[in-house]
């Protein structure tokens, strides 16, 4: 979601920073999912990956103050590290930290919240101390502040669950991941709401396993 100047009686509600091209903003998103979800070979998919992180990062130099680039920066790292795993991987998210925590400071509205999303999903998803930077509670209310933003976003309802589910909050879970599965459809991403779809039932499935 683009957001420019809100003026009411001359003040500004929003910060002001350059409008992305939306054309743009939507193929990075599509070739993301393609890599994320269609790609099934690992090299393949980081090399995709890798691809569209460097078609980002020069929209970002060309953008500095647009904040979905550097979130869409951060996503590409963050799915890089999830392919990735282990040690290796700490580099990444800890990159992709550092370009969510840029995003928030330059607008954390921005693209209804993702980047707390994100960044909240990071925080549940790294180990802690000594190992990485990994914290439950930070976690939690960075995805409330996303959630808040976009509470019927089939994302932020996603990691939210997941969150809970990591927690052992099963039935709370299960609810919000059927929420999930009721998020309106998003225009022009097809497969990143598919894949995500199945990314949910998978987890539902986890949870009938559980119980």
Not at 58 to 64: I, N
Not at 107 to 113: E, V
Request: hydrophobic fraction near 40%.
């Amino acid at each position: 979601m683009l957001r420019g100047a809100v003026c009411l009686l001359g003040l500004s509600v929003f910060p002001v920073y350059a409008q992305v091209d939306p054309d743009q903003l939507l193929k990075v998103q599509q070739q993301w999912a393609h890599a994320h979800y269609q790609i099934k070979d690992e090299d393949q998919q980081i090399a995709a990956l890798n691809q569209l992180h460097q078609r980002i990062k020069t929209y970002e130099e060309a953008q500095p103050e647009a904040p979905e680039w550097a979130i869409w920066s951060a996503i590409t790292l963050s799915t890089e590290a999830g392919i990735k795993g282990g040690l290796g991987a700490l580099s990444l998210v800890k990159d992709a930290r550092a370009a969510l925590e840029k995003a928030i400071q330059l607008d954390g509205h921005a693209l209804q919240g993702s980047a707390y999303t994100s960044l909240g999903a990071l925080y549940y998803q790294v180990p802690g101390w000594p190992i990485g930077f990994g914290d439950d509670d930070q976690a939690k209310t960075l995805l409330q502040k996303g959630l808040a933003l976009n509470p019927n976003g089939i994302d932020a309802l996603y990691f939210w669950g997941d969150y809970l589910y990591d927690q052992g909050e099963n039935e709370q879970a299960k609810q919000v991941f059927q929420h999930a599965l009721e998020a309106p459809e998003r225009p022009n991403r097809p497969i990143a709401d598919a894949g995500r779809r199945r990314e949910i039932q998978q987890k539902l499935a986890d949870i009938e396993d559980d119980s």
